[in-house]
T-cell receptor, first 116, second 113 residues
Framework: DAGVTQSPTHLIKTRGQHVTLRCSPISGHKSVSWYQQVLGQGPQFIFQYYEKEERGRGNFPDRFSARQFPNYSSELNVNALLLGDSALYLC???????????????FGSGTQLSVL | GEDVEQSLFLSVREGDSSVINCTYTDSSSTYLYWYKQEPGAGLQLLTYIFSNMDMKQDQRLTVLLNKKDKHLSLRIADTQTGDSAIYFCADLMNSGGYQKVTFGIGTKLQVIP
């Protein structure tokens, strides 16, 4: 089975532009979460989506938005890019079946976004 | 808010044991994780422990959890050069209908041949 896949792997944008990042979860997983990892830091929680609905949001501005599709894949959109948005964006999938023995997050390799 | 803290750097000789420590603040954590990140790569789930356990062993990895002190450690036996990476401690909280994982800053493990 394929793991969590993300595209693109690398992206270069300029300030003020918009970007869309994509994620496909592990087959059978219904929940997708997005994390931002700035160089030298641990990942920070942005969103969690389950069954196409936003279930939780971290401390990120409204420029960050996401959606989940019927096949459980997800897009992260960032508008009006700032230099500080340069980071590795990680997608994670989980079953979200409320079974404590299965609530583990599996991460993709990430999309490295550079804002110039 | 939730906070996870860990030391920044650890250097060990190949064949020795490595112990990476972590403290967390959230008493409602359900799972605690250790992730490994190699340069230019995503996060690899190494091991995890449920919050009602004290210890978990998985081959060369031993996780110890002191829930009273909110202290988590990862011991890597017979450390190899391939273990050189950044190790993240993280805790999972189920809150208000969603899961949130809070990560530490990461401990860079350097293995000296």
């Amino acid at each position: 089975d394929a793991g969590v896949t993300q595209s693109p792997t690398h992206l270069i944008k300029t300030r003020g532009q918009h970007v869309t990042l994509r994620c496909s979860p592990i087959s059978g997983h219904k929940s997708v979460s997005w994390y931002q990892q700035v160089l030298g830091q641990g990942p920070q929680f942005i969103f969690q989506y389950y069954e196409k609905e936003e279930r939780g949001r971290g401390n990120f501005p409204d420029r960050f938005s996401a959606r989940q599709f019927p096949n459980y894949s997800s897009e992260l959109n960032v508008n009006a890019l700032l230099l500080g948005d340069s980071a590795l964006y990680l997608c994670a999938s989980s079953l979200m079946g409320w079974d404590p023995t299965n609530e583990k997050l599996f991460f993709g390799s990430g999309t490295q976004l550079s804002v110039l | 808010g939730e906070d996870v803290e860990q030391s920044l750097f650890l250097s060990v000789r190949e064949g020795d044991s490595s112990v990476i420590n972590c403290t967390y603040t959230d008493s409602s954590s359900t799972y605690l994780y250790w992730y490994k990140q190699e340069p230019g790569a995503g996060l690899q789930l190494l091991t995890y422990i449920f919050s009602n356990m004290d210890m978990k062993q998985d081959q060369r990895l031993t996780v110890l959890l002191n829930k009273k002190d909110k202290h988590l450690s990862l011991r890597i036996a017979d450390t190899q050069t391939g273990d050189s990476a950044i190790y993240f401690c993280a805790d999972l909280m189920n809150s208000g209908g969603y899961q949130k994982v809070t990560f530490g800053i990461g401990t860079k493990l350097q293995v000296i041949p």
